[in-house]
């Protein structure tokens, strides 16, 4: 006799949409099952690999890759000359050379605000090994954090799934290798955003801004959040932000002084040129997943053709993208939650600058997706919208060799499409216009084909 029964939560591996061989391989697996499986991976074969990796990069001479020395070296460069000095790219060299000198090539310069450079100088206190492995703890909590923040508020009370979220997030190369391992500064994004849409949706305006406000350390992060805020009509989130980043320069200008701001607007034009938004990029195009980026690695992405091509398609999904957020302000929690969904896949692909590791807010996009498709029932969207998300991860993990050997970013395809059926899902959304409550589902409406 089958069994039909279930885990505690009452959740089969079908309900999550994958369909399951069981004459070949029997009862379909519960989701504590697949939580062990998961994670077992994860423990046994991903996390040996990372601190392989940590160890090589202090133990053999010439292998330090992390671009936490650009962090580290900005810290320590505010520490020990004029603010003003800050954006110096020459001396900027010159001081990350002397903590690390590199074997090959040359540092970039550091383009973050000054405020990151005054979080950065209490590192710049420690030695570079006690500073880089207390914020590789910084930077695992911050994403954990943010990740939490939206499973708690759209999965309550679902341990199973949640557990699945967190354990897809962190086996993602482009946290593991691209964001923790290297040093960088993307989990800050992931906490400040996840913050934000949970703050959002307890109602909570003004504290969702504060938390954006957060974005500002990084401008191209904000280069669709803030068209959304205004078209989804969010005035008081919008208040909020612009409250939080008056604060926070206004702070680092009185702690380090009006001089620091002086070369900063040069840096940002020289970053812009480096690009190639106008011009030659001088990019390692295989390392970055926007659209601009494309385009220059791929033949024929730079010619007229080419460009035209990139500008009819950029002005098709931002004019879609537009009319979906205003129609979205007037809708249901669903489409709220597809609404942040897609702003952030558009964010990581309609952009000039965006580096892999910035990619790993494709998780809360996700996570909000699949809630929003919960929340309304529809399972064969589900089912679909899983499989991406699977594509999606697995793109993380491959796209770096392809992108180098074959010039094809294979993880900006995958995020491309995942827009596309976030655009599709948030009309659908918008035309019901539910009221239903994100979390567990309760009834079961009609599954319409929408992918």
């Given amino acids: 006799m089958k069994s039909t029964t279930s885990s505690e939560d009452g959740n089969r591996l079908e309900k999550t949409g994958l369909r399951w061989p069981e004459r070949l391989l029997g009862p379909v697996p519960g989701l504590k099952e697949i939580n062990l499986v998961c994670w077992g991976f ?52 010159k001081v990350f050379g002397g903590i690390f000198p590199v074997q090959k090539g040359l540092y970039g310069p550091s383009p973050y605000p000054p405020f990151v450079a005054e979080t950065f100088s209490l590192f710049a ?22 990740i939490g923040a939206v499973v708690a508020t759209f999965f309550p009370r679902q341990r199973l799934k949640a557990s699945l979220f967190f354990c897809f997030a962190l086996a993602s190369r482009a946290f593991l290798m691209d964001t923790l391992i290297n040093g960088q500064l993307s989990s800050v994004a992931v906490f400040a955003a996840g913050l934000a849409i949970s703050l959002d949706r307890r109602s909570k305006p003004l504290l969702s801004g504060l938390a954006l406000a957060i974005l500002i350390y990084k401008p191209t992060l904000i280069i669709i959040l803030l068209p959304m805020l205004l078209l989804t009509r969010r005035f008081r989130t919008l ?26 607007p040069q840096m940002l034009n020289f970053y812009g040129v480096k690009s190639g ?46 009319l979906l957020l205003w129609k979205s302000a007037r809708s249901g929690v669903a489409a709220q939650s597809l609404a942040w969904a897609a702003t952030l896949t558009w964010t ?13 807010l494709v ?27 699977l594509m999606v991860f ?20 995958v995020l491309f499409v995942l827009g596309v059926a976030q655009l599709i899902l948030l009309r659908a959304a918008i035309r019901r216009e539910p009221t239903l409550i994100l979390g567990p589902v309760h009834t079961t409406p009609a599954s319409p084909e929408l992918l």
């Fill in 42 to 93: 994860f423990l046994l074969c991903l996390l040996p690999v990372v601190v392989a990796v940590v160890y090589a990069q202090f133990t053999t001479a010439g292998v330090l890759h992390a671009d936490f020395v650009n962090h580290y070296g900005v810290g320590k460069l505010f520490n020990e000359y004029p603010a003003s000095q800050l954006y110096n790219f020459d001396l900027q060299r």
């Fill in 125 to 146: 206190r420690l030695s570079f090994e006690k500073a880089y492995f207390l914020w590789m703890g910084i930077s695992l909590i911050l994403y954990l954090a943010g």
């Fill in 239 to 264: 208040a909020g932000f612009l409250g939080g980043s008056a604060f926070l320069l206004l702070a680092s200008t009185t702690y380090a002084g009006i001089g620091v701001w002086s070369a900063y």
């Fill in 277 to 322: 938004f106008s011009g030659t990029s001088s990019f390692l195009l295989w390392m970055y997943v926007d659209l601009n980026s494309f385009s220059y690695a791929i033949p024929g992405g730079r010619t007229t053709a080419g460009l035209a091509i990139l500008a009819c398609i950029i002005l098709c999904v931002a004019v879609c993208l537009a």
């Fill in 348 to 360: 990581l692909v309609l952009n000039v600058y965006v580096p892999r590791y910035d990619s790993i």
């Fill in 363 to 389: 998780a809360l996009s996700l996570i909000l997706t699949l809630a929003a498709l919960e929340a309304l029932g529809w399972r064969q969207a589900w089912r679909r919208m899983v499989f991406l998300a």
């Fill in 394 to 413: 697995a793109a993380t993990w491959v796209t770096p060799e392809i992108a180098q050997s074959y010039k094809v970013q294979i993880l900006t395809i």
